[in-house]
């Protein structure tokens, strides 16, 4: 991946939410929509202990673990891709089975490119 070409795509992010507004995060709202998340086993921006924090406060439904950095985006695109297509066909059939890891994940995307 181009440094030059990711870097060119940098853009500012507020620390909150638009104007005053305090957002609430209730059960009945945040808590019912399905989560996934995708913990970067090379991300040295957010170690392994804060990433499993993260997901385990916001209850998800589904953990994949993938060989990318703290940018999954620009590190491993595909692999970014395969855990996003899999949590999304997961939701759709209310599946609550545990996720592929990272050797399943490669196995669906071999599968992929030879159908």
């Known amino acids: 991946m181009d440094a030059t070409w990711a870097a060119s795509r940098l853009v500012a992010e507020p620390l909150l939410p638009p104007g005053d ?12 929509v399905p989560r996934a998340y995708v913990e970067c086993l090379n991300d040295r921006a957010l170690g392994p ?9 916001t209850r998800c439904r589904h953990v ?9 985006f ?12 899999d949590a999304t066909a997961r939701f ?6 545990r996720c592929p ?8 995307r071999i599968r992929a490119e030879t159908a």
């Open 21 to 32: 507004r305090c957002v609430i995060l209730t059960d009945g709202n945040f808590g019912s």
């Open 49 to 57: 202990a804060a990433q499993r924090r993260m997901h385990t406060m």
């Open 64 to 72: 994949y673990q993938l060989a990318a950095d703290h940018s999954p």
């Open 74 to 85: 620009l590190s491993d695109p595909d692999g970014l891709t395969d855990c996003l297509l």
């Open 92 to 97: 759709s059939r209310g599946d609550k089975d």
């Open 101 to 108: 890891g990272e050797a399943e994940l490669a196995d669906i």
